[in-house]
């Protein structure tokens, strides 16, 4: 069931390849400290939508615009991040952010779920699901109006803990996602250990989809599986007209990607949630489809 890949951290995203040169080599812990006391650290929005065009949550996904005009990808300075135990710092200001944008939004009487990156790690944290609570009311928020994606790539001996914590979670309404479903550890087990409430099926599967018959099993297993436990199924990194009618045709209720949208900075996915076809004929200053491409 499950494929290995690369672990990709969360909030990355729609990125290019990360840079393996002078930049990504010179980053330090300090540089990343540094970015979350001046907001340097940006947060771009990609939509994910039903086959009718709605559009049913935004996720929020991380961008470093450096003063100096560079832009390191998130492949090279979140694992740093990891490392250096700056991540639970940086989820917390992705989450702060995050969540105030989507309180704008509701008082533009727009009702959009944001969804959040979070590592086993974070949730591992003293106090995640206080603080996780606390965001919210402080924008005055209900826990419907967020989403918490669970990354699969990351090994954890600790899904009885981490299941403790989300456990106290959904009550208030969050919803907690699988993502990357079926490149990570014990997909299976962590599915029945977890009070998850939504699945997201790999890039890695969804690209190979109408060529591979091994990921057209895994796709359609996946949607199965999700039906029989009664949650919502998403497909990331949809990038052709095809795929797309092939996913909803197979069941899955929201896709994403590029075919739909790149991320986008907060006015444009402002513009996006107004008037999804005027944006789309708009251009905006984004970054370009790669391999990590959603």
């Known amino acids: 069931m499950s494929r290995a ?54 996720e929020a996904l991380l961008r470093w615009h450096r003063p100096d005009g560079s832009r390191p990808a998130p492949d090279s300075f979140l694992p740093l991040a990891q490392h250096s135990g700056l991540m639970p710092r940086v989820t917390a200001y ?9 309180a704008r939004w509701r008082s533009r009487g727009i009702r959009v779920p ?9 949730v591992l944290q003293f106090g995640f699901a206080e603080a996780v609570g606390e965001c919210l009311s402080r ?24 299941a403790a914590v989300l456990d106290r979670l959904t009550p208030r309404g969050i919803t907690i996602s699988l993502d990357d479903f079926g490149t990570g550890h014990a997909s299976l087990s962590r599915l029945r250990a977890l009070p998850v409430g939504e699945l997201k099926i790999d890039r890695t599967f969804v690209a190979g989809l109408a ?17 029989e436990l009664r949650l919502t199924v998403v497909a990331e990194g949809v990038e052709t007209p095809p795929i797309r009618d092939l996913l909803f045709a197979m069941g899955v209720d929201l896709i994403q990607g590029w075919l739909v ?6 006015e444009a996915a402002t513009s996006w949630l ?10 905006v200053r984004c970054d370009p489809p790669s391999a990590d491409t959603r």
Do not use: C
């Open 5 to 58: 890949v690369p672990p990709r951290h969360p909030a990355a995203g729609s990125v290019p390849s990360p840079r393996r040169g002078p930049l990504a080599s010179a980053l330090r812990a300090a540089d990343i400290r540094q970015a979350v006391d001046r907001g340097e650290l940006e947060l771009h929005y990609q939509p994910q939508v039903a086959e009718d065009g709605r559009t049913a949550a935004m």
């Open 94 to 102: 992705v989450l702060d952010r995050a969540v105030a944008q989507a």
């Open 114 to 122: 944001v969804a959040v990156n979070v590592s086993p790690t974070d």
């Open 139 to 162: 924008q005055g928020l209900p826990g419907s109006a967020l989403k918490l994606e669970i990354t699969e790539t990351i090994e954890t001996p600790h899904v009885t803990e981490i």
């Open 211 to 227: 060529d591979d018959p091994r990921d057209a099993a895994v796709v359609r297993y996946s949607i199965g599986l999700a039906r």
């Open 261 to 266: 949208s790149p991320a986008l900075p907060p």
């Open 274 to 283: 107004i008037d999804p076809a005027a944006s789309r004929s708009s251009p």
